[in-house]
């Protein structure tokens, strides 16, 4: 399995460049004041899939040969990826089958499905629907394309790195959202390789943070998935994690993470100053702001990574009215 180098992440731009959106980066007066530094917001939500996984769907299915995109694709998800796959290869005309676990929010299956996809709900877990995956390939020959241990997924996230530091070159900091890694590794290889004085710090919350279990113990670890707000950062790294372990444990400066309540008062922050709506994944770095867990002495990049939330949970979120650990993953 090859390293991604800036080298593969640039090519990954040229290969999907009219496939995805180049998003702004703006500045936020709000969060500005209060960290005493120049805040900027990379606006990713607003991806044609409302997230960031379309990047590297793109770049991995524009990869493929004649031959594997005859056979068609199959990926666990959380939601977003499995969105963003459907996406990619209803463009190309190809099958795209989704497993995904009962913890999934129904607003992500559905959409999903209206893509075209077929969807299939598997277990409790990431690695419930990823033994499904597995199944399919060996059964069916279908192509796996994992949410994030994959070269082409993860130079894809990596254009999300390029964009920033083009936008803000003079970055002190940029904070990223962490799960498998794969969001994390790129984006840090892409900053580091241009601006390598830039720190690159991950998000994560508190219930379920599979990669900051695994650098901390050194290894990939298994770690229990729980419902959270930040239903798009759960699941395992994989034990046999062939990338991104290795390439979050080298580029990233630091880890943080946020409990239920910071993750909230991130989403709201987001939506009453910012007025953008994001989901509890992607308003972990305003939460980490907002909660005084990261400290800047330049500008700082926040990556808002997506908005596929259920607008019921989010009204609720939105009036103050705390979930309960079930309705956080419904």
């Given at each position: 399995?090859?390293?991604?180098?800036?080298?593969?992440?640039?090519?990954?731009?040229?290969?999907?460049?009219?496939?995805?959106?180049?998003?702004?980066?703006?500045?936020?007066?709000?969060?500005?004041?209060?960290?005493?530094?120049?805040?900027?917001?990379?606006?990713?939500?607003?991806?044609?899939?409302?997230?960031?996984?379309?990047?590297?769907?793109?770049?991995?299915?524009?990869?493929?040969?004649?031959?594997?995109?005859?056979?068609?694709?199959?990926?666990?998800?959380?939601?977003?990826?499995?969105?963003?796959?459907?996406?990619?290869?209803?463009?190309?005309?190809?099958?795209?089958?989704?497993?995904?676990?009962?913890?999934?929010?129904?607003?992500?299956?559905?959409?999903?499905?209206?893509?075209?996809?077929?969807?299939?709900?598997?277990?409790?877990?990431?690695?419930?629907?990823?033994?499904?995956?597995?199944?399919?390939?060996?059964?069916?020959?279908?192509?796996?394309?994992?949410?994030?241990?994959?070269?082409?997924?993860?130079?894809?996230?990596?254009?999300?790195?390029?964009?920033?530091?083009?936008?803000?070159?003079?970055?002190?900091?940029?904070?990223?959202?962490?799960?498998?890694?794969?969001?994390?590794?790129?984006?840090a290889a892409a900053v580091k390789g241009v601006s390598p004085r830039t720190k690159v710090i991950g998000?994560?919350?508190?219930?379920?943070?599979?990669?900051?279990?695994?650098?901390?113990?050194?290894?990939?670890?298994?770690?229990?998935?729980?419902?959270?707000?930040?239903?798009?950062?759960?699941?395992?790294?994989?034990?046999?994690?062939?990338?991104?372990?290795?390439?979050?444990?080298?580029?990233?400066?630091?880890?943080?993470?946020?409990?239920?309540?910071?993750?909230?008062?991130?989403?709201?922050?987001?939506?009453e100053r910012e007025r953008e709506i994001v989901e509890g994944a992607g308003a972990v770095g305003i939460?980490?702001?907002?909660?005084?867990?990261?400290?800047?002495?330049?500008?700082?990049?926040?990556?808002?990574?997506?908005?596929?939330?259920?607008?019921?949970?989010?009204?609720?979120?939105?009036?103050?009215?705390?979930?309960?650990?079930?309705?956080?993953?419904?």
């Amino acid at each position: 399995m090859r390293q991604v180098t800036l080298e593969h992440i640039r090519a990954a731009r040229e290969r999907i460049a009219g496939k995805v959106e180049r998003t702004p980066t703006v500045l936020s007066p709000s969060l500005s004041e209060r960290l005493g530094a120049q805040l900027h917001l990379k606006l990713e939500h607003r991806q044609t899939t409302g997230s960031f996984k379309l990047r590297g769907a793109s770049n991995a299915v524009a990869s493929l040969s004649a031959e594997e995109k005859a056979r068609g694709v199959v990926a666990a998800s959380t939601g977003n990826h499995g969105r963003a796959l459907a996406h990619a290869a209803k463009l190309e005309g190809m099958r795209a089958v989704i497993c995904m676990s009962r913890l999934v929010p129904g607003n992500k299956v559905d959409e999903i499905r209206r893509l075209g996809a077929e969807v299939r709900i598997v277990g409790n877990s990431q690695d419930d629907a990823q033994r499904d995956v597995e199944r399919l390939v060996a059964e069916e020959g279908l192509v796996m394309l994992p949410p994030f241990d994959h070269p082409d997924i993860i130079a894809g996230q990596g254009t999300l790195g390029l964009e920033m530091i083009e936008q803000v070159p003079d970055a002190a900091l940029v904070l990223v959202p962490l799960s498998g890694g794969g969001l994390a590794s790129g984006v840090a290889a892409a900053v580091k390789g241009v601006s390598p004085r830039t720190k690159v710090i991950g998000v994560s919350m508190v219930r379920g943070a599979a990669m900051k279990a695994s650098l901390d113990a050194g290894r990939p670890v298994p770690v229990e998935e729980l419902p959270t707000l930040a239903d798009s950062l759960g699941g395992g790294i994989g034990l046999d994690n062939r990338l991104t372990f290795a390439m979050c444990r080298d580029l990233l400066d630091d880890v943080v993470l946020l409990g239920e309540d910071e993750i909230a008062a991130g989403i709201r922050h987001a939506y009453e100053r910012e007025r953008e709506i994001v989901e509890g994944a992607g308003a972990v770095g305003i939460a980490a702001l907002l909660a005084g867990k990261v400290n800047a002495n330049g500008p700082v990049v926040v990556l808002l990574s997506g908005r596929n939330i259920d607008m019921g949970l989010h009204r609720k979120l939105v009036c103050g009215e705390a979930p309960s650990p079930k309705e956080s993953a419904a």
